[in-house]
């Protein structure tokens, strides 16, 4: 290869790398605006718990169509990473197929593994482009997909139909080339799918053949640069983040809610003054989430983890029974937010205020007050999100800082404190019913 | 053969006279006033003295768990409830519960202990297995014999606790035909009363949740639905009310099913 396309090759590189870097690193950082949450504890179980539902993709086999179409791309994105390694060494050192010499028949089967699984993968995103697009399905075509995140969706499906037809055009004209004894094209073994599609290239000469052997080779590692580049903009960053967001799984039962230990102290040292109470190390500002930064991080990985694929507003009985709660639509509007409290500080600093809010803003007190706290939802997702616990810190804020409630609630509330029941009942008669039943 | 429930000990008599009960009875709110529930809780008592355990309820003393407070956003109201029912029976030296209320169960076993209320809490469908199990209860099946019953599964004893085979395993000592709904276990649908939806007007929508779950139940033709909560047991009776089908579709809690084939209770 000559030198000066190695020079452009470093150079495109290192600066499609540079950038993702930054952006991940900026992703990391609006993470971690969170508040604490410590989930560092029973490391083994967690490993295991990542291999199964990350690695192992336990949950998605619950629909077993999307999933074995979904296994398709992802063992076929896993494994076309071994190529995508030698490309960056060729492109570097301007070697061609650098690890063939080394691994002779191995690297024939290897090659031949990535062009079935490409090939798989192609078929996979035809029917995933057929179920969004032809069939409708309900759960990818609801209004909070409307605008950004379809076209994210079908975006993401084309690139990978050009990745895969990059890559598959790069072998078979190898394998052509191979045929006509081209000059560093060297052996690579009877390529599986190669050796036939090389035959949509009979009869072409070798200088047009290399130059489309070139052009596949640089439109896919372009291509893949380019995805690297956008997949932190886009819902696609499940890829990435399924894997950490299931290490930090919270293991507690689905039923508990998370404690605050700032109003159980207040509320013991209120009823028996001698209490002796834990101090609390780092109080949050306010009783409940009124923005983001008052989640915590894990809530916030949540939302960068989500991939939008709206099984758990699928199962979620309000929105089945047309309110106006989606439990993805929690998790769209957390990243949205986010995303953009980060580029206010990057711009601003971090005492910006935008006078915006996650509550308020992007959520409603209607859709909060929907959700029935069954936990569809969060039995539902494939990587361990939990939209329920977001609307719940969101309903403590609406509650306990904006006093909002429903009148029906103050009066159960009322009956709570008075009567110790949420009927309005004397609590002298609480046994009554023994004489009655 | 329904007799009055005579005997119904409260934890202060027996701690009155320096003993204390093997198990405590959590009636909750809803088993308490709720004219529906009631019959749940009457039909469990009955259950409790057919096998001579030594069981009590705090009676006056049982103040709401703090369930539809917490859940609402309401964690002060909560956090008082529990500071007082933990005070209380930590100075009864309560150790075992037993609730036929899974929003009760749910909030005694998960979030209770991390505010000083340490117990051993058991749901009734699990406890009425464990007796079957130990031999201590014994399901005479001839009147369910042939019934098509589906179980329909509350959110807060599956999906947040993981109880899914227990109140299966004691209804299908009823000898009826146990039918599951297209719908079931991790997959149930909430019949619309939790998360203190219970005490409010559902939010706009097109359907009410509990039709929806009515409709799904009642597409398997049953000649009951057994329930395992009292709030799933009102919003599913509604339903069926709704529907006009309360004559040939029943709505009882696994614990009256077991009343009944006892012949405890009509």
Redesign the interface.
Same mark, same amino acid.
């Given at each position: 290869m000559h030198i000066v396309l190695q020079v452009v090759f470093a150079i495109v590189f290192g600066f499609a790398a540079w950038m993702a870097t930054r952006k991940f690193l900026a992703i990391r950082r609006n993470i971690f605006l969170g508040r604490p949450e410590n989930l560092s504890d029973q490391k083994g179980r967690r490993w295991q718990h990542m291999l199964l539902f990350a690695l192992g993709q336990k949950k998605m086999f619950k629909k077993p169509i999307p999933a074995i179409l979904h296994l398709f791309i992802y063992v076929s994105f896993v494994i076309v990473n071994i190529e995508v390694l030698e490309i960056i060494i060729d492109g570097v050192t301007g070697s061609h197929r650098f690890f063939a010499p080394y691994l002779g028949g191995f690297y024939t089967f290897m090659i031949s593994m990535i062009e079935l699984l490409s090939v798989l993968a192609l078929i996979a995103t035809f029917a995933f482009l057929w179920r969004r697009n032809v069939m409708k399905l309900k759960r990818l075509n609801q209004p909070e997909l409307k605008g950004w995140p379809f076209k994210d969706a079908n975006f993401i499906l084309l690139m990978e139909i050009v990745l895969v037809t990059a890559i598959l055009t790069m072998n078979a004209t190898d394998f052509r080339l191979q045929q006509l004894g081209a000059a560093h094209y060297h052996d690579t073994g009877n390529l599986l799918i190669a050796q036939y599609t090389s035959n949509i290239f009979m009869g072409i000469g070798t200088d047009t053949l290399i130059a489309i052997e070139r052009t596949a080779w640089w439109l896919h590692i372009i291509g893949i640069l380019f995805f690297l580049n956008y997949i932190p903009y886009s819902k696609h960053l499940h890829i990435i983040l399924a894997f950490p967001n299931s290490y930090y799984v919270r293991f507690s039962e689905k039923g508990k809610m998370d404690n605050m230990p700032v109003i159980m102290n207040e509320v013991k040292t209120m009823l028996d003054p001698s209490a002796q109470v834990e101090p609390i190390a780092n109080p949050p500002k306010t009783f409940g989430a009124k923005d983001v930064t008052d989640l915590t991080w894990k809530h916030l990985m949540d939302a960068y983890s989500c991939t939008e694929c709206g099984r758990c507003t699928a199962a979620c009985p309000a929105n089945i029974t047309g309110k106006l709660l989606s439990p993805r639509k929690i998790m769209m509007d957390t990243r949205d937010r986010l995303e953009e409290v980060g580029k206010q500080i990057q711009l601003h600093g971090p005492d910006f205020s935008d006078n915006k809010s996650l509550l308020g803003d992007y959520i409603t007190t209607e859709e909060l007050r929907a959700c029935t706290t069954c936990n569809a939802c969060v039995e539902e997702c494939p990587v361990n999100i939990s939209p329920l616990s977001i609307i719940l810190e969101l309903r403590r804020y609406t509650i306990m800082e904006q006093s909002d409630a429903p009148q029906e609630w103050n009066l159960m509330f009322n009956n709570m404190e008075n009567n110790q029941a949420p009927w309005q009942f004397n609590p002298a008669d609480r046994l009554n019913w023994k004489d009655e039943v | 053969m329904t007799e009055?429930?005579k005997n *119904?000990p409260?934890v202060a008599e027996l701690f009155a006279n320096g003993e204390s009960p093997e198990i405590l009875f959590w *009636?909750g709110?809803a088993?308490?006033?709720?004219d529906r529930a009631? &019959?749940i809780?009457?039909a469990f +008592?009955r259950i409790l003295n057919s096998i001579q355990i030594k069981f009590a *309820?705090l009676?006056?003393e049982?103040?709401?768990t703090?369930d539809?407070?917490?859940?609402?956003?309401?964690?002060?109201?909560f956090?008082?409830?529990a #500071?007082?029912n933990i005070?209380l029976m930590n100075g009864y030296g309560i150790k075992k519960i037993v609730t036929t209320c899974p929003h009760c169960f749910?909030i005694l076993?998960?979030?209770y202990p991390?505010?000083g209320g340490n117990y051993e809490v058991m749901h009734h469908t699990s406890f009425l297995q464990s007796l079957i199990d130990e031999g201590k209860l014994t399901v005479q099946g001839g009147a369910f014999k042939g019934k098509r019953i589906t179980f329909h599964d509350s959110?807060?004893l599956g999906?947040?606790?993981?109880i899914y085979e227990a109140p299966r395993n004691v209804l299908a000592k009823l000898d009826g035909a146990l039918t599951e709904m297209k719908s079931c276990k991790?997959?149930g649908?909430?019949c619309?009363?939790?998360?203190?939806?219970?005490? &409010?007007? #559902?939010?706009?929508?097109?359907?009410? +949740?509990n +039709?929806?779950?009515t409709e799904q139940a009642l597409e398997v033709k049953p000649d009951i639905i057994a329930s395992a909560c009292p709030f799933c047991n009102t919003m599913m009776t509604d339903g069926v009310k709704i529907k006009n089908k309360e004559d040939e579709v029943k709505v009882f809690d696994v614990a009256e099913l077991i009343a009944m084939a006892n012949q405890l209770m009509a």
């Open positions: - | 009055n429930l *119904v409260t *009636v709110c088993g308490s006033f709720d009631k &019959k809780t009457g +008592i *309820v009676g006056t049982e103040g709401c703090g539809p407070a917490r859940r609402a956003g309401n964690e002060f109201l956090q008082m409830l #500071a007082n005070a749910n076993k998960n979030e991390e505010l959110c807060y999906r947040a606790n993981q991790s997959k649908l909430c619309g009363a939790g998360g203190a939806q219970m005490w &409010k007007e #559902a939010e706009h929508g097109q359907k009410e +949740i +039709i929806e779950r």
